[in-house]
């Protein structure tokens, strides 16, 4: 398999080619929404072999390795069946009784795996980011695996793999973190201080916990945990809001520019403040609120969250559409995001709408992006973020990139296309890695490959002109400056490119 990632892969035109490698490829990256661990890159962490930066936490690999049959065991580390638990108990091939799987077998499981995800975007994802971070260009199977365990893990022992030097070295310029409305940020602030040499990293405001009355329990500890970090008082629904604000405050502070959140379908159930203060003090008691109940709540914290954003200009993100925990087995002895989550198929377009004209009567709508795990939903999302657009903000409504189930080749052509079509995609702010993982960033370059590929088809055809001015400045909205652009964030590294109204 030499030189399957070579300098032209996805790249299927001459023009295609040229507008990559003179024009995208050298931008740096915008990473405006990722899972990354702010303490690892403070720490500027090290990794002590590929399983540990690569496998670990990644539910993408996961999945297919379930599919292909793996024992949860080789994936996880969880022995959830009674074949696991014979398997443990078993003699391996060493002659040691009931070894726990270790790093090594979990790699060699994943490797036994790579085979079998030709044709789906992890078979390209893996050697991409085996070529562009250990410079190997072989097929990982079965034969290879030892090898390249061993290659890696020597390398990984260079402080050239600590965290830092790998965001430099994928040409960061920007990252932002996903964060709980209750973190202290220190992490943040602390990175701040030194200053930012290469990259900067801001934090993103996630309150979707704020919003889990249907769970009591975890509700009241929560509050407690707000209440304490606010320094509010919490005595019913306003103090609540109230201590919610002040941690949108800090936030602020530690120079976030956006929130997030992940919702299976919009609320916009009607609702008083008399409805939502007896259900939050319902659910303080203990009181779990009826389906109904729990809605009105969520409608409520929604609304109030993206009047926060607008009020200091952030960007209000949504991701929408997945069914989360569909296996409640293997979700109580694993836990959530760890590959049991499908796409649903709940109504968008008219709650839709309704959530963003409330917001829009009294002129409190912010700038947002709007993601859906359903790919039937692009073109009914497109056409409806162009009926809110406006008040001189380029592209204030955003269709987000394709996400999750759909950030592989045809996700992200069907995403762009449709842009393309029925909105403006020089607007576009461009793709993110919405990962936990400091080997992702290469989806950027796969990103601007499949851009560049469909817009050097488009020139070869005759659909659009053969002007390199043209096509270089739309490049470069749409690899880095309309998202720094669109998050206005208060601060570049020092060895930031000139661009935009930054110093």
């Not at 007896?278 to 729990?294: L, M, T, Y």
């Amino acid at each position: 398999m030499a030189n399957f990632i070579h300098d032209d892969f996805l790249l299927q035109s001459k023009t295609a080619q040229r507008l990559y490698h003179e024009y995208a490829s050298s931008h740096p990256i915008v990473d405006y929404h990722n899972h990354l661990p702010p303490g690892e890159i403070l720490e500027d962490a090290t990794y002590a072999n590929i399983t540990d930066i690569w496998l670990k936490g990644d539910h993408y690999k996961w999945r297919a390795m379930r599919i292909a049959g793996i024992p949860e065991q080789y994936i996880t580390g969880n022995y959830v069946s009674g074949k696991d638990v014979a398997d443990k108990v078993a003699t391996d091939g060493d002659g040691a009784a009931g070894r726990d799987v270790t790093d090594r077998d979990k790699f060699l499981a994943w490797a036994k795996t790579v085979p079998l995800t030709l044709k789906n975007p992890l078979y390209h994802w893996t050697h991409l980011e085996l070529k562009r971070y250990f410079d190997i260009d072989e097929h990982l199977n079965e034969d290879s695996a030892a090898r390249i365990w061993d290659q890696t893990t020597e390398m990984l022992q260079s402080r050239e793999f600590s965290t830092r030097s790998l965001l430099k070295k994928m040409n960061v310029l920007v990252t932002c973190s996903t964060d709980d409305a209750t973190d202290t940020l220190q992490e943040h602030k602390q990175l701040e201080e030194e200053g930012g040499e290469d990259f900067v990293m801001f934090p993103t405001y996630r309150p979707d916990n704020a919003m889990k009355v249907e769970d009591p329990v975890f509700f009241g500890e929560y509050v407690r945990k707000l209440e304490s970090l606010s320094g509010i008082t919490i005595s019913g629904y306003p103090t609540f809001l109230e201590a919610l604000r002040k941690r949108h405050d800090y936030f602020h502070e530690r120079g976030c520019r956006s929130s997030d959140h992940g919702i299976e379908e919009p609320f916009v159930e009607e609702y008083t403040e008399q409805d939502v203060s007896r259900i939050f003090q319902g659910a303080c008691n203990g009181i779990k609120p009826d389906a109904a109940g729990e809605r009105k709540f969520k409608s409520a914290l929604m609304h109030e969250f993206a009047i926060m954003d607008h009020e200091k200009g952030w960007a209000f993100q949504m991701h929408i559409g997945a069914m989360r925990n569909n296996n409640k087995k293997m979700y109580s002895r694993i836990g959530p995001d760890a590959g049991f989550d499908s796409i649903g198929d709940s109504q968008l377009a008219r709650p839709l709408v309704r959530f963003l004209d409330r917001l829009e009567q009294k002129d409190q709508l912010p700038k947002t992006i709007l993601y859906n795990l359903n790919s039937t939903y692009n073109e009914v999302l497109v056409s409806l973020a162009g009926t809110f657009m406006g008040e001189g903000i380029p592209g204030k409504i955003q269709h987000g990139a394709g996400w999750w189930f759909h950030d592989q080749k045809e996700g992200m052509e069907a995403q762009l296309q449709t842009l393309s079509n029925m909105s403006l995609l020089s607007q576009f702010v461009g793709m993110v890695t919405d990962s936990r993982s400091f080997l992702s960033f290469p989806r950027h370059e796969y990103y601007r490959r499949i851009l560049c590929n469909m817009l050097g088809s488009d020139v070869e055809a005759g659909i659009i002109p053969d002007d390199d001015e043209l096509l270089a400045d739309l490049l470069e909205k749409l690899c880095f400056t309309n998202a720094l652009q669109y998050f206005s964030y208060p601060r570049l590294p020092k060895a930031a490119p000139k661009v935009l109204n930054y110093s």
